[in-house]
């Protein structure tokens, strides 16, 4: 199976409080994990990606940790600002298999900070 | 700048007429992909090429094609409009050329078959 499931659908966070969404997949082949976000009108983008050869990731306040032999990651957004309201979708995919630069995406977290 | 862009941003149809959304971007990406998204599903690929005359399909592919007869661009038609099919369509593309590697979204095409 090629899911990934993505946990919760959505999420309401005071300001300066500490965002967690989290994510689960299947296929052990799966060896990059990137998190894009979505403002509302727009195309995702890339916010910040794993390789599984790493535990964590940090890129100013936000954090992924990976958990390999669970099959599981997290995003975490420390001191989290109105600005980050959006909607945050965690994927997977085999970087260098037969499914090369396909993305498999999670159902998407909608993230509400309130001031 | 390089810049994916889509057209139209938003359409309105009727069943069972033919539709294509345009995709065109400036980056020289080898890799084009289509998606929908659709609320609790995320996003879902529909079509994906990986150069000029190569199409593969995804995982939601029934009643959608795609062609591509240049690096640019990668329109995705729907052959006979179902309301099953509206929906947000994003195009993103890739350059290939490194493992792994980013994908870019353009900004959407807002779908309604009525």
């Known amino acids: 199976q090629q899911q990934v499931k993505q946990s919760p659908q959505s999420l309401i966070v005071q300001k300066g409080g500490i965002s967690i969404i989290n994510c689960a997949y299947e296929?052990?082949?799966?060896?990059?994990f990137p998190w894009y976000q979505q403002f509302p009108g727009k195309g995702p983008a890339l916010l910040i990606a794993i390789r599984p050869d790493v535990s964590e990731k940090k890129e100013g306040r936000f954090t992924i940790s990976f958990n390999k032999s669970a099959k599981q990651f997290s995003l975490h957004i420390m001191d989290s600002q109105p600005g980050d309201s959006a909607t945050y979708f965690c994927?997977?995919?085999?970087?260098?298999?037969?499914?090369?630069?396909?993305?498999?995406f999670g159902q998407g977290t909608i993230l509400t900070v309130h001031p | 700048d390089a810049e994916i862009t889509q057209s139209p941003r938003h359409k309105i149809t009727e069943t069972g007429r033919q539709v294509t959304l345009a995709c065109h971007q400036t980056w020289n990406h080898n890799n084009m992909f289509w998606y929908r998204q659709d609320l609790g599903h995320g996003l879902r690929l529909i079509h994906y090429?990986?150069?000029?005359?190569?199409?593969n399909k995804g995982e939601v592919s029934d009643g959608y094609s795609v062609s591509r007869s240049n690096t640019e661009d990668l329109p995705l038609t729907l052959e006979s409009a179902a309301s099953s099919q509206t929906s947000v369509y994003f195009c993103?593309?890739?350059?290939?050329?490194?493992?792994?590697?980013?994908?870019?979204f353009g900004p959407g095409t807002r779908l309604t078959v009525l």
């Open positions: 994927a997977a995919s085999n970087a260098g298999g037969t499914s090369y630069g396909k993305l498999t």
């Open positions: 090429s990986y150069g000029v005359q190569d199409t």
């Open positions: 296929n052990t082949a799966f060896d990059y």
């Open positions: 993103a593309s890739s350059s290939g050329l490194a493992v792994p590697n980013e994908q870019f």
